[in-house]
C-alpha cells in the first residue's frame, strides 16, 4: 500500500457503494477517441512533441489521431494511456472510444474474489482504533469505516439523517446539515476534499451520472471559496481538521492509503482515510472514547 499524508498542495454500508458503476459515459462517446486525447495530453500539460518523444509515435501520426485523419491500434492507445499516466476508468475510456473493449475489470467490492482485500481492509478499521478510519472511493463515498469513524460522523454532522447512504464528504462538506458548521477551519478541508473531487472527477475523466451530480452540488461552493492561496505565499506542514461541537473539540490531520498497482478499477480508486490526533487533548478523548 501507498500512503500520502495530507499537505498544502451510521449504518455501516459493508462496501456496497462500489458496485454498478458504468465504465461509460456520454461524454466519452460525444468525444470521441482523438478530442479525449488531446483532452488528456493538455490536463497532462504536454505538446504532442513531448508525447512524441515519450511513446516513440511521431508528431504527425499524433496530430493525424487527434484530428481523426488516422484510426489507433489497440497496442497504441494502451501505450498513450499508459504515457499519459491515466486512471484505469479512463484508459477503459480511451479504448472505447476508439473501438476496442475495455482492457481492465471492475469488480465489486463484494464479490468473491474481493475476499482478501475486504480481510485486509478490516484488518486496517480494526487495529486503528481509537482513531478515526474510512473507506472511500474517488467520490469520497464512505464505503466503510470503524467504530470511531462512525462515532466521528455521528457526533460531528448537524442531521446525518438527512443524507442517504453511503454518506459522501462532499456533500457534508457543503450542507449546513452537514460537518460545515463544526468544521473550525472549514475553508482548508473545502478546498483540499472539494478541489481533490473537481481534479478526480472533472475535465477528461470519465464520468457517470452519480459524478455529474456530485460536481454539480460542490460548484457553487468551490465558486464561493475562490482562487487558493498565491503559491508564494507560506504554507503549513499539514492541512488539519478541527472539529468542534458544543465543548467537544477534535484537533485531527489525515493519512491518505492506497492499494499498490492495482489492475482493477474499483482497487485503485479505492482509498483508507486514517485520521489521527494532532495534540495531546484529542488522543485523551478519542482513547477514553474506546475505553468507556
Avoid: C
Amino acid at each position: 500500500m501507498s500512503s500520502e499524508v495530507w499537505s498544502r498542495e451510521s449504518p455501516r454500508s459493508s462496501f456496497g457503494g462500489m458496485s454498478g458503476i458504468g465504465l461509460e459515459s456520454a461524454a466519452t462517446e460525444q468525444t470521441g477517441f482523438g478530442g479525449l486525447l488531446r483532452e488528456w495530453r493538455n490536463a497532462r500539460g504536454m505538446s504532442q512533441l513531448a508525447l512524441s518523444l515519450q511513446t516513440g509515435v511521431s508528431s504527425r501520426h499524433l496530430s493525424f489521431m487527434e484530428t481523426g485523419r488516422a484510426s489507433p491500434s489497440r497496442e497504441m492507445v494502451v501505450t498513450l494511456a499508459q504515457a499519459l499516466d491515466m486512471p484505469l476508468r479512463d484508459r477503459n475510456a480511451l479504448l472505447q472510444a476508439a473501438g476496442f473493449a475495455a482492457m481492465y475489470r471492475e469488480t465489486p467490492l463484494e464479490a468473491q474474489a474481493m475476499g482478501p482485500v475486504r480481510d485486509v481492509i478490516n484488518l486496517l478499521l480494526r487495529s486503528t482504533e481509537p482513531n478515526p478510519t474510512f473507506v472511500v472511493n474517488r467520490r469520497y463515498d464512505v464505503l466503510d469505516a470503524n467504530d470511531t469513524g462512525r462515532w466521528l460522523l455521528s457526533t460531528f454532522t448537524e442531521d446525518l439523517g438527512s443524507f442517504a447512504p453511503p454518506h459522501n464528504f462532499g456533500r457534508l462538506l457543503v450542507s449546513p446539515k452537514g460537518i460545515r458548521e463544526h468544521v473550525e477551519n472549514w475553508e482548508d478541508v473545502a478546498r483540499k476534499v472539494l478541489g481533490r473531487l473537481k481534479r478526480e472527477l472533472g475535465g477528461a475523466h470519465t464520468r457517470d451520472a452519480a459524478d455529474e451530480a456530485l460536481l454539480k452540488t460542490i460548484a457553487p461552493t468551490l465558486a464561493e471559496l475562490g482562487n487558493p492561496p498565491h503559491p508564494s505565499d507560506a504554507l503549513p506542514l499539514l492541512v488539519p481538521v478541527h472539529l468542534r461541537r458544543a465543548s467537544l473539540g477534535l484537533r485531527l490531520f489525515t493519512t491518505i492509503a492506497t492499494l499498490g498497482t492495482p489492475l482493477d478499477v474499483t482497487l485503485q480508486e479505492l482509498r483508507i482515510e486514517m485520521l489521527f490526533p494532532a495534540d495531546d487533548d484529542s488522543r485523551r478523548i478519542l482513547e477514553a472514547r474506546t475505553s468507556s
